[in-house]
């Protein structure tokens, strides 16, 4: 078969290095690894304790910086959310044992909040991913000006969180929106998008899919470049369609980073914030008059605002947030892994 | 074998082109009608002519050339903070083993899961008793290095980089750091860009922590300027054509840098590290 | 005033767990670094929200070589926005300006015994008299501690579009129609006719603006008089009640301030809207090729108010006594013109709205109607201590307005009041 000439990533396999950007350079040779003693030589030495040390240095940086911005915060967090806060108050109160949690925990609203996160989280993540990968598929063919098509799809990300609402908010307008409009003039009744709550779910997860989806594509895409060629070709000459080889090839061959995709969109879906808070028109901006469309993390940051003990029950609605989302991640995880190991 | 794909393949990938785009060209119909049309009931669909007139206002309101420049160096530097720890880290984690590392793996994607809603206010408490509000710095300094980041480097790496390569570099006596500058790097480098790239609009379009940290200062960023357009005088109804037009020049920087560094990105893309 | 920050905390930053064990238990940032006196190249600084007219006035006085420091003034768009940053500096117990602005339905949380520790006492007998009485209990504790200075006041009026009452045979003429505006059931009755007439236009602009308008005249609707909580009374039962009835005859069912409630501006979307002073901007600019609105001396029930902000100090601050100063001056009479000439504050200063009335002059929007002396007369309407504010005012008036929205969107009264109770009970 002839060379890609167009494509230089898909290479034999083999020949990795000359196929990227260049070998790497051929270090000076090292001195010996012991004295003519027997002892080791001091550069041995610096080298096995650069071995033992540096995977950690490396990450130092990381949790270093995660010390000070995510531990300290999530940990004084955790410890206020065991007191009592009076509002605007100076200082914290006195302790209430689990008292804020079971606030939180018996209020209805928390209840319709962790329902419409699930399911605003549903409607947007699982056809994000889905599409995602239809795209970055189709990115990864012979397109003419395939720079220019690969870049448009990032497009909705330039556009800030609340710009979009502002855009989306007015498109989806109960009476005077454009997509109202649009479905008068195919004969389709006014959706009440503010008011209904499975169609609110629907235009914030537009909202939210419209931004992320391209991002996503993207990071699929690259790691569909890196599947080699001959696995195509192979399959090619077995008489596999496209839709086959894509299937039986490529999924599996992107494995660790659609797991990577899922992972981040699940954590990311159940964070969901500024896109329905500002889909409220209602200055309380409490996600819906009826908590239609109010997800979890809208819950966190209102409750923070609320009359009685505001930051210890947000703090108490935060952690249990925290716990959701980590076991949403492991179940996707694991569901995911099982599901790998079947079709092996 | 070269197999041009064909007419279905443009036609979905140009119906979702112009999914993405429509929003952004909705913006820009409303930034160029005049205040009055911009809220009227059936909107607009074409761009009235009176953009420039809006955009104008835009720079007379607000101080957007500073802001611009605030932006542009707070989310420069996030980006390249970014890239450079989230690559040291991704790079350790994936191929290089030592005790805890799946354990603290894991627990990097936890991280994740922290709503940040709540933590501004520990953190400005922080900030503020470390004399650090007001400042640049400060903006960008949650953004040194991401879980994100990390996570998305390590999972990338995994397949980029044939361990023989490491192994090679290793038995060739080149230390951890010269291993990872000459092996690792060149191959993370399309993944370096991504990262780069999708770090520096995250930071860019950032609002509530600006706004909280930097307030009283005169530092501003682009969204915290634009936030000002909805002052509208002695009145609380917005003056949406001018808010949209002030979205769309916020915008334009991005889509500017995004054009000249984005054909160099996909081609970087292109030319991805090959799993042997 | 503005913090010089100091290299050797940068150093301590490299130290995090130790500063993060300190900054837990310190409550305020340090005070030593701020002088006690103010020199002339000193900044004494304020945050308000929207725009409250200052940007003149604070420049006159940056320009005055006499005065002894200088103001600076920040300006959040949104009350919402500004809501969040004070409550968490509050919390954090730094980072706020030597003077707030605050929303006066947010001000009766900051008077309960917790919050108000938080501010400054203002208390001042030579200003007794400044300002209209209503507005100026409004900013007391219950044991008379001032905390806050007010500046705008929002005295209702009711504008109205005299060209679509004509269309549906009604007086249009501006001391006709006082009589329409006289009760709250010649207003509904009329209502009644005028969609009749007119079907494809609504009476007023919004439930939630009629509720508002009407809450605003019940004694004691959310709290008795020690704050305990009771929204079974008859007064608040009553405007739920009349409002949720007359929704699909009357009402737009747009929520205030959405797109659809701005839509309705410019398409005849309704022919009445209960006007405090900072609405006439909103019409004008929302609709500036509109003409036939005109603006009621008259108001259902009496009168009301909507609106208008006060200034505080937080204890914050490192120089309360310039702050006070500043917070004085900026309320004085001179100020207040100033300010209702650049945003249109109507000011609650009452020496103020003397003056804008005896300048008489008119509105040719509003089929040139003497706008400052219909405020007037509309702030002496309004009987102050009604409505009692108590601490959870503004929470409990939120949830009153989505019960009502929920009834807008098709829900049902009873269902949507069972659930406004319930979240009502959960406040404690």
Do not use: G, H, Q, S
């Given at each position: 078969m002839a060379q890609d000439h167009d494509l230089p990533g898909r290479g034999r396999g083999n020949n990795a290095v000359l196929d990227r950007g260049g070998p790497p350079r051929r270090p000076k040779k090292p001195g010996p690894a012991t004295t003519a003693g027997g002892h080791p030589t001091r550069r041995y030495r610096l080298s096995r304790w650069d071995l033992k040390a540096s995977p950690y240095l490396y990450i130092l940086p990381f949790f270093a910086v995660f010390a000070v911005i995510g531990l300290y915060p999530m940990l004084y967090i955790g410890y206020l959310s065991f007191f009592s806060w009076p509002r605007f108050g100076a200082e914290h109160g006195s302790s209430v044992g689990w008292e804020n949690y079971v606030h939180v925990l018996q209020d209805p609203v928390f209840r319709k909040a962790l329902v419409n996160t699930v399911g605003i989280f549903l409607l947007s993540s699982v056809p994000q991913v889905l599409v995602a990968t239809v795209v970055a598929a189709l990115l990864d063919t012979h397109l003419r000006g395939k720079s220019w098509w690969r870049m448009s799809v990032?497009?909705?990300?330039?556009?800030?969180p609340a710009a979009t609402a502002l855009i989306f908010g007015s498109l989806f307008a109960d009476k005077s929106g454009f997509v109202n409009d649009v479905l008068g003039g195919i004969g389709l009744p006014d959706v009440s998008w503010h008011g209904h709550r499975l169609a609110s779910w629907t235009a914030i997860a537009t909202m939210v899919n419209w931004r992320w989806t391209g991002y996503n594509a993207l990071i699929l895409l690259a790691a569909m470049r890196a599947v080699p060629g001959d696995l195509y070709e192979a399959a090619a000459i077995d008489g596999a369609s496209r839709v086959r080889q894509f299937l039986h090839v490529t999924v599996p061959s992107i494995r660790t980073t659609l797991m990577f995709v899922i992972i981040t969109s699940t954590i990311g879906g159940l964070q969901i914030f500024t896109e329905p808070r500002l889909f409220d028109t209602n200055l309380q901006h409490q996600g819906g008059a009826d908590y239609q469309y109010q997800t979890l993390a809208m819950y966190v940051f209102n409750t923070a605002n609320s009359a009685v003990d505001p930051y210890p029950r947000a703090a108490a609605a935060a952690w249990l947030l925290f716990v959701l989302i980590i076991i949403f991640a492991l179940v996707n995880f694991l569901l995911i892994r099982a599901l790998q190991r079947r079709s092996a | 074998m070269i197999r041009r794909p064909g007419a279905l393949v443009y036609a979905l990938l140009a119906a979702f082109v112009l999914g993405s785009a429509f929003p952004l060209y909705w913006s820009f119909i409303i930034g160029s009608v005049t205040r009055e049309r911009a809220t009227q009931n059936p909107p607009p669909l074409v761009p009235g002519g009176h953009f420039l007139e809006n955009a104008s206002r835009v720079f007379d309101r607000i101080d957007f050339w500073s802001a611009l420049a605030n932006s542009v160096i707070i989310s420069g530097f996030s980006a390249l903070s970014v890239v450079m720890f989230a690559t040291l880290a991704g790079y350790s984690f994936a191929k290089l083993r030592f005790r805890g590392s799946n354990a603290l793996m894991v627990f990097v994607v936890m991280t994740m899961a922290i709503p940040p809603q709540l933590a501004l206010i520990p953190l400005l408490k922080e900030f503020s008793n470390l004399g650090l509000t007001g400042t640049q710095f400060a903006v960008a300094l949650p953004w040194l290095v991401t879980a994100f980041g990390v996570f998305f480097m390590r999972q990338y790496l995994v397949d980029a980089i044939p361990d023989e390569l490491i192994d090679a570099a290793r038995v060739d006596g080149c230390s951890m750091i010269r291993t990872f500058w000459t092996v690792a790097v060149p191959a993370a480098r399309p993944a370096m860009a991504i990262l780069g790239l999708f770090t520096f609009m995250q930071v860019w379009t950032d609002f509530m922590w600006p706004l909280l940290v930097l307030q009283g200062s005169d530092v501003q960023t682009l969204q915290t300027a634009l936030d000002q357009l909805k002052i509208a005088p002695g009145q609380t109804l917005s003056d949406m054509a001018l808010l949209q037009a002030g979205t769309m020049l916020a915008t334009v920087p991005l889509l500017l840098l995004f054009i000249a560094t984005g054909r160099h990105l996909v081609a970087g893309i292109m030319q991805g590290a090959v799993k042997g | 005033m503005k913090k010089t920050p100091r290299p050797w905390r940068r150093i301590l930053a490299l130290g995090a767990a130790a500063t993060m064990v300190g900054s837990l238990t310190t409550a305020c940032g340090d005070g030593d670094d701020a002088a006690n006196a103010l020199g002339p190249d000193d900044i004494l600084t304020i945050t308000t929200f929207g725009d409250f007219g200052y940007a003149d006035v604070i420049k006159g006085w940056n320009d005055d070589?006499?005065?002894?420091f200088k103001i600076k003034e920040t300006r959040i768009a949104q009350w919402d926005t500004w809501k969040q940053t004070l409550t968490a500096d509050l919390q954090a117990g730094t980072g706020l300006t030597d003077v707030v602005a605050v929303e006066g339905d947010a001000m009766p949380q900051f008077l309960s015994e917790a919050a108000s520790e938080q501010f400054v006492d203002l208390t001042d007998s030579s200003l007794d008299d400044r300002w209209v009485e209503y507005k100026y209990q409004a900013g007391q504790t219950a044991d008379g501690k001032q905390i806050g200075y007010p500046t705008d006041a929002g005295p209702e009026a009711f504008c109205y579009r005299a060209d679509l009452f004509e269309q549906a045979g009604l007086p249009s003429d501006r001391d006709d129609v006082s009589k329409i505006f006289s009760t709250w059931d010649e207003y509904f009755a009329t209502g009644q006719e005028f969609v009749k007439e007119l079907p494809k236009t609504k009476w007023y602009d919004a439930s939630g603006s009629i509720a508002q308008a009407m809450l605003n005249q019940v004694e004691f609707p959310f709290q008795s008089a020690d704050n305990e909580i009771d929204v079974d009374n008859a007064g608040l039962k009553d405007v739920f009640t009349t409002v949720t009835d007359n929704v699909p005859t009357l009402s737009t069912r747009a929520v205030q301030w959405s797109d659809d409630w701005i839509a309705n501006f410019t398409n005849d979307g309704f022919a009445t809207m209960p006007c405090p002073g900072w609405m006439f901007a909103n019409i004008k600019s929302s609709a500036p090729k509109v003409k036939g609105w005109d603006i009621a001396d008259a108001f259902p029930g009496g009168g009301g108010n909507w609106g208008g902000s006060f200034l505080a100090v937080p204890k914050q601050s490192d120089h309360p006594k310039e702050a006070k100063q500043v917070a004085n001056w900026l309320t004085d009479t001179e100020q207040e013109v100033g300010a209702f000439e650049k945003a249109g504050a109507y000011p609650a200063n009452l020496a103020a709205q003397e003056e804008l009335t005896s300048r008489g002059e008119v509105d040719p929007y509003f089929n040139d109607a003497p706008t400052a002396q219909i405020l007037a007369n509309r702030a002496k309407a309004v009987p102050p201590g009604v409505p009692y504010k108590g601490d959870k005012y503004s929470d409990i008036l939120g949830l009153l307005q989505t019960a009502i929205q929920r009834v807008d969107e098709g829900g049902s009264a009873d269902d949507s009041w069972k659930t406004f109770t319930q979240a009502v009970g959960r406040l404690n």
């Open positions: 990032l497009l909705p990300f330039v556009v800030a | - | 070589p006499d005065r002894p």
